[in-house]
């Protein structure tokens, strides 16, 4: 059973950078992709994009394009996700989730609270 | 970007009664592989979100059989034929088929 483990929750300045990281452990897949989910205060979920474990190709969302960058690391089987030029609008609690071979993302990470304030 | 909208926004629900949620595309959402790329997630308060429902109607590992997607092309449902009190909280569609996108949402909440 795959377990996803987030880094610890982050304070940021506006105009500052955050890297998450999601260890996966367990059975993963090579085709397995991870992608990176966040919610806000008072909003939905939003997605910010994916990157794949076995060839570390990356689809970012259209609001986070040049602002997100996402990454991975198989021989620790982590992925990363660096947002940049952070506002408080980003404040929100940032999830990873496993994406097998299959439809639906399966595994979810326990999430890390960002807060962004000066 | 391919949008998705859910109805109702906010369900109040009597336990053992029958809900509905109603999602739709601006695009259809059928696959080259024959699957519609549309699943169903429940948040519930303090907690990640959990997969319910993946390619439109396939019950995810350990989801109660009380919950059953169906649907086709741009217009899918989740129903939840007996609502029990650990249902709450919010309910979104996602599709998969050109990036990923989640609907707005719908609380669901006890009367």
């Known amino acids: 059973q795959v377990q996803l483990v987030q880094s610890g929750a982050e304070v940021k300045k506006p105009g500052t950078s955050v890297k998450v990281s999601c260890k996966a452990s367990g059975s993963t897949f090579s085709g397995d992709y991870f992608h990176w989910v966040r919610r806000a205060p008072g909003q939905g979920l939003e997605w910010l994009g994916r990157v794949s474990h076995n060839t570390g190709h990356t689809e970012y969302g259209q609001k986070f394009q040049g602002r997100v960058t996402m990454t991975r690391d198989t021989s620790v089987t982590t992925a990363y996700m660096e947002l940049s030029s952070l506002t408080p609008d980003d404040t929100a609690v940032y999830y990873c989730?496993?994406?097998?071979?299959?439809?639906?993302?399966?595994?979810w990470g326990q999430g890390t609270t960002v807060t962004v304030s000066s | 970007e391919i949008v998705l909208t859910q109805s109702p926004l906010s369900l109040p629900v009597t336990p053992g009664e029958s809900a509905s949620i109603s999602c739709r595309s601006s695009?259809?959402?059928?696959?080259?592989?024959?699957?519609?790329?549309l699943d169903w997630y429940l948040q519930k308060p303090g907690q990640p979100p959990q997969l319910l429902i993946r390619?439109?109607?396939t019950r995810a590992s350990g989801v109660p059989d009380r919950f059953s997607g169906s649907g086709s092309g741009s217009d899918f449902t989740l129903t939840i034929s007996a609502v029990a009190a650990e249902d709450v909280g919010d309910y979104y569609c996602m599709q998969a088929l050109h990036a990923e996108t989640f609907g707005p949402g719908t609380k669901v909440e006890i009367k």
């Open positions: 695009l259809s959402l059928l696959h080259s592989d024959g699957r519609y790329y």
């Open positions: 989730a496993r994406r097998p071979p299959a439809p639906g993302m399966d595994v």
């Open positions: 390619a439109a109607s």
